[in-house]
């Protein structure tokens, strides 16, 4: 099983990364043996991965640091870079590749102190791997000054250093990143194409791995979690069911309440799995004695871990409400569908019912009012809108229509 394996959707895009990977191949063995490398070679040293929501961008970006850090024999007798089974595909597929460093926003933006180590190593050459590989899987989220200590680190890189960035579009990223790096642009796997990969990769079964495929419009992660979570589907079918609980205004405010709770009740769970052990793990680092006392010195340090904790459980808790907005859009643009009489395929068949009871009780322009006063809540959430604020605005404008 390759590295490749798991693009669902995306064989023109691996196609050009197995090429690159062989030719960055060529180049490290070239410089190991103390020749000239290639004259022509489709590899450079930034690359741009952009598509949709569920395009896999992160995972395609992660697949082709893999294919760099590969160690397989099979490479010596003509086989791609990125077998999958390798120390070097493994630990960088997993995410402990010591030469593969990933930047994830911990809040809204990635900060330039988030960067400055990353930063610093991009200029390192490779402590064991083949290269030394930077992935950014949120580079819409950079900030003028991270943005800027990106740029001159991809300006001038060492020889052995890649940068790997994600974002949502190119727009999404400065004009002068963008000019310096390799466009690669993914797009929405099909619906079958998902189904039958949950079926193939995850045991699933093949009515639940369509439905949760076809619920989720091609989103491979969101996908996969809907068919193996039943918590996941149960979040689900409780945002489904908002549309018929905004007759009043106090249903209206009871359901922005409830839904602003599930997101919460999110983060709190992530943050409970996630900060605990990185607050031990610092405290260890540190050289905490026992009882828990801390060195002197070091409050400092605590207090910025707590800080990165707090933006990361309110970036994952409007995370999970853009999610939960996101299903209701989709349950929207079915109903519009039915109104339209259009012979494009439901997303949500599961609520067929509640479908068509609200395509006849309501007009195509109420819905396309619903539907915009959702795009209107998620951009009050972007601009840091409290989140019940933002939610109970949106509540009322659907009882409105």
């Known amino acids: 099983m390759s590295v490749w394996d798991d693009l669902v959707g995306q064989e023109r895009v691996s196609e050009q990364l197995t090429a690159a990977a062989r030719d960055a191949d060529a180049l490290v063995s070239a410089a190991a043996a103390g020749t000239a490398p290639p004259e022509a070679s489709k590899m450079t040293h930034a ?129 002068t990143i963008r000019s310096r790096c390799r466009h690669l642009n993914l797009s929405t796997p099909s619906v079958d194409a998902v189904a039958d990969m949950l079926v193939r990769r995850d045991g699933v079964e093949p009515d639940v791995a369509a439905a949760a495929a076809r619920a989720t419009q091609g989103h491979v992660d969101r996908a996969r979690r809907l068919a193996t979570d039943p918590a996941a589907r149960e979040r689900r079918a409780a945002v489904l069911r908002l549309p018929s609980r905004v007759d009043d205004v106090g249903g209206c405010l009871r359901a922005a309440q409830e839904l602003v709770d599930a997101a919460a009740e999110d983060a709190k769970q992530l943050a409970e799995e996630v900060d605990g052990k990185e607050t031990e793990e610092l405290k260890a680092a540190l050289g905490a004695v026992q009882g828990g006392r801390m060195p002197r010195g070091t409050a400092g340090v605590m207090k910025d871990l707590e800080d990165k904790q707090k933006r990361r459980r309110t970036r994952t808790q409007r995370d999970s409400l853009d999610l939960a907005l996101t299903d209701l859009t989709a349950f929207y643009r079915d109903v519009l569908a039915l109104q339209l009489g259009s012979r494009v395929a439901l997303a949500n068949t599961d609520a067929e019912d509640a479908l068509e009871r609200l395509a006849r009780s309501s007009a195509p322009e109420s819905t396309l009012r619903r539907i915009e006063a959702i795009a209107a809540c998620r951009d009050a959430l972007d601009r840091n809108v409290a989140p019940l604020l933002a939610v109970e605005a949106m509540t009322l404008a659907l009882r409105a229509g």
């Open 47 to 175: 690359w741009l991965f952009t598509g949709p929501p569920g395009a896999g961008r992160v995972r395609t970006a992660r697949a082709f640091a893999a294919a760099l850090q590969c160690v397989s024999p099979d490479r010596a007798l003509g086989g791609a870079p990125g077998c999958g089974f390798c120390d070097g595909c493994h630990t960088a597929l997993v995410g402990t590749h010591a030469d593969v460093s990933t930047v994830v926003a911990v809040g809204a933006q990635i900060l330039v102190v988030d960067m400055r180590d990353t930063v610093r190593k991009s200029f390192t050459s490779p402590a064991n791997g083949r290269w030394q590989v930077i992935l950014v899987e949120d580079a819409e989220r950079l900030n003028e000054k991270s943005a800027n200590a990106v740029l001159k680190a991809v300006e001038e890189p060492a020889p052995r250093t890649v940068w790997l960035l994600c974002a949502p579009s190119i727009e999404d990223v400065l004009p």
